[in-house]
């Protein structure tokens, strides 16, 4: 596997995650290939480089990439995907697959599904991959989705190897515990991912709401490294990386000068 780190920033809104996630994807893209990706439903990757991102990977320098995701055309490839898987494998039951498909379009996890599926395959093509989280609920959904969805390939996986008792007995082909399986190590690949190659910097400022959304960011995900950033510090004294505040951090010149050398220390220990 390519990848070298994933990187998260989230936090409270307008606590400057997405400036920070910028400053920071431009200098590691300095050493290695880098991708940017906003999955914050209110993207600002664009106002903050003064450069149109777009939904598509696009090169902003020599080795930066950056994409804003749409979450909602996400969902709808990733539904297409699982109708075709299924269609060619279950062909007599095509009218219940379509509306299953249906379901997992509206099912409340389903963007966060996709969103961690996508960024999987990211992390085959990137050596570094920062993600501008969205605000504090919506990222911790995200990772508490991870779990779900593992839990329910494990059922799958046990209700394939009964189905495909049946089928062997009957002398028919079954390739769904095949599939089933490799879903699953796609899954454990992204677990691997997240306990050993994945730090999430809680961004806050120093106001009560954020630091305590921050800590409650440290709090629930006690399986993956999760470091705490004071944005815009002032005077506060903390055990965290402090970024001091610069005016109007828009364009790659601005960014340069944001302060983010103890956040790349961290990365590159």
């Not at 903050?48 to 020599?62: E, H, M, N």
């Not at 999987?120 to 919506?138: I, K, N, R």
């Amino acid at each position: 596997m390519l990848l070298k780190r994933l990187v998260f920033f989230g936090g409270k809104g307008g606590v400057g995650k997405s400036t920070l996630s910028c400053a920071v994807a431009l200098e590691l893209s300095k050493r290695e290939k880098t991708l940017l990706v906003s999955i914050d439903p209110a993207h600002s990757l664009s106002g903050i480089f003064l450069v149109d991102v777009g939904d598509q990977i696009k090169r902003l320098k020599d080795q930066l990439f950056a994409i804003e995701m749409k979450a909602e055309a996400l969902v709808e490839k990733y539904a297409e995907k699982v109708l075709s898987t299924l269609t060619e494998l279950l062909p007599t039951v095509r009218s219940g697959i379509k509306e299953y498909a249906k379901y997992i379009r509206h099912s409340p996890t389903a963007q966060e599904t996709a969103i961690l599926d996508k960024i999987l395959d990211y992390c085959e093509e990137f050596t570094y991959v920062v993600v501008d989280s969205a605000p504090t609920g919506q990222m911790l959904r995200l990772f508490e989705t991870f779990h779900m969805v593992s839990g329910w390939f494990d059922f799958l996986s046990k209700v394939a190897k009964e189905r495909h008792k049946v089928e062997r007995f009957m002398g028919r082909e079954d390739r769904l515990p095949k599939l089933i399986e490799e879903r699953k190590q796609k899954l454990q690949n992204l677990a691997n991912i997240l306990r050993e190659r994945t730090t999430v910097f809680a961004v806050a400022n120093e106001e009560p709401l954020s630091l305590q959304e921050a800590q409650d960011i440290r709090n629930k995900l006690k399986d993956i490294e999760v470091q705490l950033v004071i944005n815009r510090w002032h005077y506060m004294e903390c055990d965290c990386i402090k970024i001091p505040e610069i005016e109007k951090p828009y364009g790659f010149e601005a960014l340069e000068r944001l302060s983010i050398k103890p956040i790349l220390d961290y990365l590159l220990r």
